[in-house]
């Protein structure tokens, strides 16, 4: 059991075994995975980038109510895992091992498949969900009745991006994007989601925010992005971005056209800054 924190609070022996917990340590689920990694533990996970895999797999975490998939350890062993969220965040994981009730070659093949599916909804470069992937989540929100409780999207645009690539090149202007990600994902709270929307377009969806709590957030955000360094020197940057919040009968293309037209009004105000959509019609 997790708290709404994402600190587990309980665990049986058999699970913190599987993970290569020793003693009773009430670690998060960050701190879980990366303990269970350096014992050679846990769950297998095939990727050249671990931390970028577990930026891009918590900020997944939890978006769910319910998630139920098959998972092959590092020994070799296949456990059935749940994942059962509350409204508050606290959850639940359950894992019986099935090691031995189904043949290896459909667990690989379903294992495949939700490797392609995952693919499929992120972006290479920077981790986070692709347009895809973003827009899919933004679709279910206005189709649900969550919608109703309201949340807010923001586009964000990296200011003068062109400029870093042209004075330090294509490759620095890629590790500024993946700086930017994992700075908006340190800052968002578990519940918001972040997609590349294209290039140095970046959508964030506050589940619950008004404009203006969206707006005090990316305040923070913008606050806080530290320089990052290149070869050729320490490089800092800005970001604009366009506001709007869900009306009820809205669509997804009429919001994303509001928070473009905001984008639009920020970037000729001078860039670095946020600006709300005026209710003009779409
Ligand atoms: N390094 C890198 N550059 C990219 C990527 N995708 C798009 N770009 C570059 O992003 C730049 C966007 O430039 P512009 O649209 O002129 O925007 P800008 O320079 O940020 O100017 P403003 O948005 O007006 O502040 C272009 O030079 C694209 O080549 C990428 O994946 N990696």
Redesign the pocket.
């Known amino acids: 059991m997790y708290d709404q924190d994402d600190v587990l609070c309980f665990a049986n022996l058999a699970f913190r075994q599987v993970f290569g917990l020793t003693g009773d340590e009430l670690v998060s689920w960050t701190e879980l995975v990366r303990i269970a990694r350096s014992k050679g533990a846990g769950t297998h996970v095939q990727t050249e980038n671990f931390e970028q895999w577990l930026m891009s797999t918590k900020s997944r975490r939890g978006k769910q109510p319910f998630r139920a998939f098959e998972t092959n350890l590092n020994d070799g062993r296949w456990l059935w895992m749940t994942e059962t969220f509350d409204a508050e965040g606290w959850s639940i994981s359950m894992a019986p091992d099935i090691s031995r009730l189904q043949a290896n070659d459909h667990r690989l093949m379903r294992l495949d498949r939700d490797i392609a599916i995952r693919t499929s909804t992120t972006d290479e470069?920077t981790g986070c969900m692709n347009r895809r992937g973003i827009l899919v989540e933004l679709g279910k929100l206005v189709a649900s009745s969550q919608a109703e409780a309201g949340f807010a999207l923001a586009l964000l645009?990296?200011?003068?991006?062109?400029?870093?690539?042209?004075t330090y090149g294509?490759?620095?202007?890629?590790a500024?994007?993946c700086h930017f990600v994992e700075h908006l994902h340190s800052r968002i709270r578990s519940k918001d989601l972040l997609g590349r929307y294209?290039?140095?377009e970046f959508l964030v969806i506050f589940p619950g925010c008004s404009n203006l709590d969206a707006v005090t957030i990316l305040e923070t955000i913008r606050q806080t992005i530290a320089p990052i360094s290149l070869e050729g020197g320490e490089v800092s940057y800005n970001f604009?971005a366009g506001i709007t919040n869900f009306k009820i009968n809205e669509t997804v293309d009429q919001m994303l056209k509001q928070a473009d037209r905001a984008l639009y009004a920020a970037?000729q105000e001078g860039?670095g800054r946020s600006c709300i959509t005026k209710q003009t019609p779409s």
Request: net charge negative; no cysteine; aromatic share 8%.
């Open positions: 470069l645009d990296i200011d003068y991006f062109k400029q870093v690539n042209d294509h490759p620095a202007g890629d500024v994007l294209g290039g140095e604009s970037k860039r």
